[in-house]
C-alpha cells in the first residue's frame, strides 16, 4: 500500500517551459488536492477535486491547470513555467464525504525551481 | 472563510521541556481540527485531530491538544521535548460542510541539547 505518491521528485525548469505534476493515491479517496508550499506562507491550496471528474479553484490557481485523470490519479500542469512557480508542491488525498474522520494524507512533494 | 493563526514562527526548546505550540481558528460553525508534523524534505504526517468527540485529544509520539471552544483555540503539547521532536508542526481546521482544509503557516520547533 504506497499511499500517496508524485513524480518527479525533483524538477528544474527553465522560463516558459511546461511540465505536469503526477500524483496517485491507492486508498481509494474521492478527493485529491494540490498544494504548493513556501516558507512563511505554509500550504497553499491551488486545486482541488472533490470527486472523479470534478475540479475546483483554491486560493492560488493561476497559472496552473489540472486534471482528475481518473479516480486514483490527479495532475498538475504548469503550461508556462514562471520563477514565482518555484516552490515544493504536495499533493493530497481525503476519503470525503464529509465524515468527521476525514483526514487528509500526503504525497512526498515534488521541489520545483524555475530559473 | 476559515482561517488558522499560529503564534510564533520559531519556537526553541530545550531537550526536556515542555513544547507548547499555538493555534487559533476562526470558523463559524463548530470545526474539525488537525495538527500534522513535516520532517526536513518529507511530506506531512498526521500528529492527531479533532473531531467533537472529546475536546483533549492524544495523538502519536507523545503529542496532544486540546480544544477550546471560549478560546477558538487548539493549541498542542508534549511534556517532555525530544531530539527528535525537532520538525515544523501545521495546524489546519476543516468545517463539517467542506471539502477544503485550511493549514495555518507553521511553526518550526528546535530542539536544543
Known amino acids: 500500500n504506497a499511499g500517496v505518491t508524485q513524480t518527479p521528485k525533483f524538477q528544474v525548469l527553465k522560463t516558459g517551459q511546461s511540465m505536469t505534476l503526477q500524483c496517485a493515491q491507492d486508498?481509494?479517496?474521492?478527493?485529491m488536492y494540490w498544494y504548493r508550499q513556501d516558507p512563511g506562507m505554509g500550504l497553499r491550496l491551488i486545486y482541488y477535486?472533490?470527486?472523479?471528474?470534478?475540479?475546483d479553484k483554491g486560493e492560488v490557481p493561476n497559472g496552473y491547470n489540472v486534471s482528475r485523470l481518473n479516480k486514483r490519479e490527479f495532475s498538475l500542469r504548469l503550461e508556462s513555467a514562471a520563477p514565482s512557480q518555484t516552490s515544493v508542491y504536495f499533493c493530497?488525498?481525503?476519503?470525503?464525504?464529509?465524515?468527521?474522520?476525514?483526514?487528509?494524507?500526503f504525497g512526498p512533494g515534488t521541489r520545483l525551481t524555475v530559473l | 472563510a476559515q482561517s488558522v493563526t499560529q503564534l510564533g514562527s520559531h519556537v526553541s526548546v530545550s531537550e526536556g521541556a515542555l513544547v507548547l505550540l499555538r493555534c487559533n481558528y476562526s470558523?463559524?460553525?463548530?470545526?474539525?481540527l488537525f495538527w500534522y508534523v513535516q520532517y526536513p524534505n518529507q511530506g506531512l504526517q498526521l500528529l492527531l485531530k479533532?473531531?467533537?468527540?472529546?475536546?483533549l485529544v492524544k495523538g502519536i509520539n507523545g503529542f496532544e491538544a486540546e480544544f477550546k471552544k471560549s478560546e477558538t483555540s487548539f493549541h498542542l503539547t508534549k511534556p517532555t521535548a525530544h531530539m527528535s521532536d525537532a520538525a515544523e508542526y501545521f495546524c489546519?481546521?476543516?468545517?463539517?460542510?467542506?471539502?477544503?482544509?485550511?493549514f495555518g503557516t507553521g511553526t518550526s520547533l528546535t530542539v536544543i541539547p
Open positions: 493530497a488525498s481525503s476519503p470525503t464525504s464529509g465524515g468527521s474522520t476525514d483526514t487528509q494524507y
Open positions: 486508498m481509494n479517496h474521492n478527493s
Open positions: 477535486s472533490a470527486s472523479e471528474g470534478t475540479t
Open positions: 470558523s463559524s460553525v463548530p470545526p474539525y
Open positions: 479533532y473531531t467533537s468527540a472529546a475536546t
Open positions: 489546519a481546521v476543516r468545517t463539517n460542510t467542506g471539502n477544503q482544509f485550511y
